[in-house]
Structures are given as C-alpha cells and as structure tokens.
C-alpha cells in the first residue's frame, strides 16, 4: 500500500478566507490522497475547502459553531469509521480551551485493507518552554495520555500515522517518551529545520509538526508550503500559515 499524506496547521487568524480559498485550489491541483488540517475553526470555510477541493469526496469534521479541535481531514480514499477523542480540559484557564482540542480518527478503506490516520493539534505551550517542570508540559503529558489511550484501542495489525501540530519539540522528553510508550517512530528523527515559520522576534523556532507512524508503515517526508503565498484583494501578500505543511509517503 502507498498512501501520499499531508499535515498542515492552516492558521485561524487573518485574512483567513482568502487564505482557505488558495489551499483549498492548491489541494485540488495536488496528488495528496489524505489531507489533515488544523486551526480550520468555521465549518463555512471547511464546506468552502470541500467546494474548492472537490475531488477529495470524503470529508470529516465535526462541530455546528465551531469545528472541534479545528481539525478537518479530506480524504480520496473512503472513510470507514469517523472518532472524535477530546483532550481532558485542564489548567491554566486559557482562550484555547474553547477549541476544544483532541484528536480526529479516520479509519480508511484501501486496497491493501485498513488503515488508520490520526489528525491531532496539542495544546500551545505559552512559555515556549518544555522542561518537565513546565505548566505546559503537563498539559502536553495529559493529552498525548489521551491520545495514547486511543491508540491502544486500534488493532495493533493496522498501520497507523499519527499527524498534525503537536506543539511540542522534535526532541522534547514528552515527544520521546509518548513515542516509546506508543509504540510511535518519528518519521523525521533527526531533522533539526523548523515547521514553524521564522520570523524576526523568533529565528529559530522548532518543528512542531509531526508524521509518526505504528508498525510495518514507513515514511518518506519532506516539508512543503514554505513560500506558497496569496495576494489580497488590497494588494497585500500573505503566506498561507504561520507554520510550512510536511507532505509524507506513507508505505506499507
């Protein structure tokens, strides 16, 4: 089985519109079989995605006001069974406890049999630091022990990916150590380039979106969407996400 997958963190401020129209037209012209977004909180632009990307038929998001945990994931492939995990609400009180993170279960049909994509989003660590002291690292442990717990779940003879914003560090200690303990491989162990955009008050941000696959599967992984940009209707020129996309092939 071959199986093109991409993560991408779309960014739920500013110019937003205009930004999901030109990711929704890039995704069309794509050869991506599964597309797994986060931060795509309205479910007006996730019916606009499913317009303008209309060759991805299967469609899985769930939410009337907002879209939980602002995840959508657009699939060629058809979607067997559909899951919503919700992380557990924790402290500190923050806005984003309204996004109502957690972690979206898609179990696709393939030719080569089942296969299962996870599309999650953690919770932001506001003090951009991740020692195990941190108050933000505990809220990351209790997710990604929820997270954990959905994966135990899924027949250990299915192939797995686990994808999207994790929000922690490629070589941070609760990265590793849910890895380990999930049976996990980090399909881009050892790739020190960010996946957050540089800018000039932070150079030199981590990577923070991930591709970690279960198993028999392997990754080949590149990251995309690095200089994608679109003109506003005032002339202005915008990236499409804070963050760059990580386009991985996925093999079985």
């Known amino acids: 089985m071959e199986l093109r997958l991409l993560t991408f963190n779309a960014l739920f401020k500013g110019d937003v519109q205009p930004r ?4 929704g037209a890039l995704l069309e012209r794509s050869d991506y079989d599964v597309v797994c977004l986060q931060e795509v909180m309205s479910p007006a632009m996730a019916r606009l995605l499913g317009r303008l990307a209309g060759s991805f038929g299967h469609r899985q998001y769930t939410g009337g006001g907002l879209i939980k945990g602002g995840l959508v994931l657009l699939s060629r492939r058809p979607i067997a069974v559909r899951e919503f995990v919700r992380f557990p609400l924790t402290r500190p009180v923050r806005p984003e406890l309204l996004m109502r993170k957690g972690a979206q279960i898609a179990r696709l049909h393939t030719a080569a049999g089942p296969f299962v994509v996870v ?3 953690l919770s932001a660590n506001r003090d951009d630091d991740w020692s195990a002291q941190n108050r933000f690292t505990a809220v990351a442990r209790a997710e990604l022990s929820a997270l954990g717990r959905a994966l135990a779940a899924i027949d250990p003879g299915v192939p797995v990916v686990v994808c999207g914003d994790l929000n922690l560090p490629r070589n941070s200690a ?9 049976g996990l491989r980090d399909a881009m162990a050892g790739d020190e380039r960010p996946t957050y955009r540089p800018t000039a008050q932070w150079p ?3 990577a ?3 591709v970690l696959v279960r198993g028999s599967l392997t990754a080949s992984c590149r990251i995309v969407l690095t200089d994608d940009s679109v003109t506003l209707p005032d002339g202005r020129s915008v990236f499409l996400s804070d963050h760059f996309g990580v386009a991985a092939d996925l093999r079985v």
Do not use: G, S, V
Not at 174 to 182: G, I, K, Q, V
């Open 208 to 210: 923070f979106d991930h």
């Open 174 to 182: 609760a990265l590793t150590e849910f890895c380990a303990d999930n």
């Open 119 to 121: 599309n999650t989003h």
């Open 204 to 206: 030199n941000p981590p």
């Open 20 to 23: 999901i129209e030109a990711i």
